[in-house]
């Protein structure tokens, strides 16, 4: 409920409208004319547009969402007396090179994630768990896609139950949102829809901001562990 986490709550619902309703009107103008939305399980959530349209509206939409998690990032990754504040450097500083970095690393997960799952689960378990911060280092570190990998891989050396857990908590309470806009979608599509928009953006920023205190609690860990601090010297409190 800070000011960041509202804005951060504002921008979310904005892309996810601007997704779903473009997602809807791609899917609509692939119908026969003789299929009603209705009948296909779909709302009325469309834009008048073309499908070549409809198509530029999906790829941006998913560019601004690029965008809102590495703002989110650097908004809630912050003190909580600082969260009342709305710093220009959060929504310029090297945004061009960090929209980039952040492309590259969900490129990569994209991949590897889901290889790891096919695989096995635990192996999709571990690399889900070890890359989940990746992200964070982009947008709060300035890291590139290889730095911020490694730094993530760092940050959850000795800590990957402790994540692991918090995984299956995210994974268990989207769950249960996805959900809520099914059941709605049972008497109205275009009401389980916004349900569901409502709950799904509301759960993703409840989940920037959980992942954001892990990572500040992370960096303020004694690296005793994890192959000592950045000079390689250990911490003296920690000793």
């Known amino acids: 409920m800070s000011v960041s986490g509202l804005v951060v709550l504002g921008l979310t619902v904005l892309y996810q409208v601007a997704l779903v309703t473009s997602l809807n009107t ?24 073309s499908t070549d349209a409809a198509i530029v509206v999906t790829v941006v939409s998913l560019l601004i969402g690029f965008g809102v998690f590495l703002v989110a990032a650097r908004l809630l990754s912050r003190d909580p007396a600082e969260l009342s504040t709305l710093p220009a450097e959060v929504f310029t500083r090297r945004m061009g090179r960090a929209f980039l970095s952040a492309a590259a690393v969900s490129l990569v997960l994209g991949v590897v994630l889901p290889l790891g799952f096919a695989l096995f689960l635990v192996p999709g378990l571990f690399l889900a768990v070890s890359f989940q911060f990746a992200i964070f280092a982009v947008a709060v570190e300035d890291e590139g896609p290889l730095d911020a990998f490694r730094r993530s891989w760092e940050l959850a050396r000795g800590n990957r139950w402790r994540l692991l857990g918090l995984v299956v908590l995210l994974g268990v309470v989207g769950g249960i949102a996805g959900a809520a806009g099914s059941l709605f979608s049972l008497a109205s599509p275009l009401v389980g829809q916004l349900v569901s928009l409502a709950a799904n953006s509301v759960f993703l920023v409840l989940t920037y901001g959980i992942l954001a205190d892990a990572f500040l609690q992370l960096r303020e860990e004694p690296l005793l562990g994890r192959g000592g601090g950045h000079s390689g010297t250990p911490d003296v409190e920690a000793l």
Do not use: F, K, V
């Not at 791609?26 to 959530?45: C, F, T």
């Open 26 to 49: 791609l899917i609509l103008n692939q119908l026969p004319d003789r299929i009603q939305p209705r009948e296909a399980g779909l709302s009325s959530l469309t834009l008048p547009l």
